[in-house]
Structure formats: C-alpha cells, structure tokens
C-alpha cells in the first residue's frame, strides 16, 4: 500500500505543477505524460525493476 500512496502523491505533483494553460493544448497533455512516466520510474528505480512506459488519460477535468 505505500507504494500506491508513493505513486499517487507522484502523479499528483506532477499535475498540481501545472496551470491550465499549459493543459489545454495537445502539446501540453503529451508533455504532462511525458513528465508523469519520468517521475513515476525514478520512484520505481528506486524500489523495483522495471519502467513505465506510457501514461494514458482516460479523463482530464481541469478548472480555471
């Protein structure tokens, strides 16, 4: 479970660090998933083998 909890407060820097601005291109989102798959396997690397390969968004509900 500290795992999921490592992974979700990761994830969620990593949003929080963004204005909506940044978001609302396709350009923006890549680059958000982009920065999401970096931060998630320097978590890993630190405690598995493995990687993330590609974050996906099913839903991305940004306000102003």
Do not use: C, P, W
Not at 21 to 33: A, W
Not at 34 to 60: D, M, P, Q, W
Request: a positive charge; proline letters at 0%; aromatic letters at 6%.
């Amino acid at each position: 479970k500290a795992h999921i909890s490592q992974t979700k407060e990761t994830v969620s820097t990593v949003l929080q660090s963004k204005t909506y601005e940044q978001l609302i291109t396709n350009e923006g989102k890549d680059r958000l998933k982009g920065e999401i798959v970096t931060s998630l396997n320097a978590l890993i690397h630190k405690s598995f083998e493995g990687k993330v390969k590609r974050a996906y968004f099913s839903h991305l509900i940004m306000g102003t």
